[in-house]
């Protein structure tokens, strides 16, 4: 996506969130079934059978998975800081964690021996399930879950959902802290290991200034910049 793109879809979207009503999306495991002006049905199959075909080359050593925040990784970023290591970029736009359950599933996934897995989940379904903190800290467990029955020996770096929306004050920052709370309870100190960087994106007040996410929720190149500065280290000691 180009910026013009981006910012365009990332304010539908944020005008989607705003509006989403509930649905079950945590545990519920299935491909993308509902249509978004910003993704179509047909485009999310289109990049699940591009991964699928990727899975099959099964030369993959870090495997960064999520939603749009990991699938528009500004590319300037990602080389400098990634570029190194045989890393492949699983993010799709939308997804909620009972989305990436499917892929895990269904992408022959299990074709891949990443030495670490990036995994930065949630974000959707609080914004398009509309779904509660614990219901989404129990879709982020499941995950993780899938991918130590995945990959036993793969280390994974579990982000905190980042802060999203404006203001400091807006209740969907408590949401966030709630769900962090408690997936930060999944961090055992040998295969998965949980880091928060969402003050790294916060003004001193705790708001969030559009050169940071022009729609408070995806990142700028800049703010993607500061993102891999803080995984990279992480990232280096996990596959070493």
């Not at 779904?131 to 982020?140: C, N, S, T």
């Not at 055992?188 to 290991?193: L, N, Y």
């Not at 703010?223 to 803080?230: L, P, Q, R």
Request: proline letters at 5%; one cysteine or more.
């Amino acid at each position: 996506m180009n910026k013009k793109t981006m910012l365009l879809a990332g304010l539908m979207l944020a005008g989607a969130m705003a509006q989403a009503a509930p649905r079950e999306c945590a545990l519920n495991v299935e491909p993308r079934t509902v249509e978004y002006p910003w993704m179509s049905i047909a485009r999310w199959n289109q990049m699940n059978d591009a991964l699928k075909a990727r899975s099959a080359q099964a030369d993959v050593d870090v495997l960064f998975l999520g939603d749009s925040i990991t699938e528009m990784w500004d590319k300037g970023a990602w080389d400098s800081h990634f570029g190194k290591y045989r890393a492949a970029n699983f993010g799709i736009g939308g997804d909620h964690t009972g989305n990436v359950l499917w892929r895990l599933k269904n992408d022959g996934m299990d074709k891949l021996r990443p030495k670490a897995v990036v995994l930065l989940i949630g974000v959707n379904n609080f914004g398009l399930c509309g779904e509660r903190p614990e219901q989404v800290a129990q879709g982020v467990k499941a995950v993780v879950a899938q991918l130590r029955q995945l990959y036993p020996d793969t280390k994974i770096l579990l982000n905190g959902i980042l802060p999203f929306k404006q203001s400091a004050q807006d209740p969907a920052r408590a949401d966030v802290k709630a769900v962090n709370r408690e997936i930060a309870k999944l961090d055992d100190g040998s295969h998965v290991f949980f880091r928060d960087y969402g003050a790294r994106f916060l003004q001193p007040n705790g708001d969030i200034a559009k050169e940071t996410m022009p729609d408070f929720l995806h990142l700028t190149p800049q703010a993607y910049n500061v993102w891999a500065e803080a995984l990279a280290p992480d990232i280096e000691k996990l596959v070493r």
